[in-house]
């Protein structure tokens, strides 16, 4: 990331009982003023520098990052592949956090897509030169014609997908229809709170869910980790999931 010093600073709302999508704290600027920010109202969160990787990455410790670069590697090492040789679509990319990590650990990560232009705006102010592409994806045909081009341009094989899955974020729907796109072999890893993945009945189902009517996407790795902290005390665990889509024939 392209770092400049930050002039403000952010203190948590420890409120009691606040759910992860209520979650809000405060940004005070050198100025003297200062605004309240819902943590999912991530248009705001992305259009301060920095304010992302502040409040999740170093406040709330978010392991998904590191987990999901892991499990991936880990995942394709023991097919002997290598890093290099994998080519990721990250969806739900926000500003670049999960990207920057596959570039970090030698994977490529041509292509990127988010709903929000404010994640693509932050993503190439902060990580300039990351991503060859990034799509905006707001959830139309004509965007899910851009993620199937940019899947065959860069003859992508592997789709990631951090903490972006489920209510209020990417529909299920949504990701059947890109996983459906990625050709035979292809390789995906996702992050998914772990009562999420409980209620679709456990990782080999999520992944049979998200294969829709291909064949179903074999679990590689599943795991639960400690996705972050809340601001009012605990932490949200989430499931780590990398699976392979059959290979055709
Ligand atoms: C918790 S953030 C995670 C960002 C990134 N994956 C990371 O781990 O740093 C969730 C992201 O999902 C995106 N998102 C939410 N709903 C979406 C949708 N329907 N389609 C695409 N992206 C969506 C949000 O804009 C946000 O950038």
């Known amino acids: 990331m392209t770092t400049t010093a930050r002039d403000y600073t952010v203190e948590l709302d420890r409120i009691p009982g606040a759910g992860q999508d ?5 940004v005070r600027q050198a100025d003297g003023s200062d605004e309240r920010i819902r943590l999912h109202d991530y248009d705001r969160v992305y259009a301060i520098p920095g304010l ?5 990455q170093q406040q709330l410790e978010c392991a998904s990052p590191a987990t999901i670069v892991a499990k991936l590697a880990e995942a394709i090492a023991a097919d002997g592949r290598h890093a290099g040789d994998i080519r990721v679509l990250d969806v ?3 500003n670049g956090v999960i990207g920057e990590g596959l570039r970090d650990a030698g994977f490529r990560v041509p292509v990127a897509s988010d709903a929000l232009v404010e994640a693509r705006d932050a993503a190439e102010r902060d990580r300039p030169g990351l991503y060859a592409e990034y799509v905006i994806d707001d959830g139309t045909v004509e965007a899910f014609g851009k993620i199937a081009g940019a899947i065959r341009r860069h003859e992508l094989n592997a789709l990631t997908c951090a903490a972006a899955l489920g209510p209020g974020h990417i529909p299920l729907e949504r990701l059947v229809g890109i996983w459906g796109l990625m050709p035979a072999g292809s390789y995906l890893a996702l992050t998914a709170s772990s009562a999420l993945v409980a209620e679709w009945g456990g990782a080999q189902n999520a992944l049979n869910a998200v294969s829709g009517d291909d064949a179903p ?4 790795v599943a795991e639960p980790f400690r996705h972050r902290l809340l601001m009012r005390g605990g932490s949200v665990d989430y499931d780590v999931i990398v699976g392979r889509k059959p290979l055709e024939g």
């Not at 209520?22 to 405060?26: A, G, K, W």
């Not at 992302?52 to 999740?56: A, D, I, L, R």
């Not at 996407?217 to 590689?220: A, P």
Request: glycine residues 12%.
């Open 22 to 26: 209520e979650e809000t704290f405060v």
């Open 52 to 56: 992302y990787e502040e409040v999740v």
């Open 92 to 94: 739900g990319a926000g």
């Open 217 to 220: 996407t074999e679990v590689l």
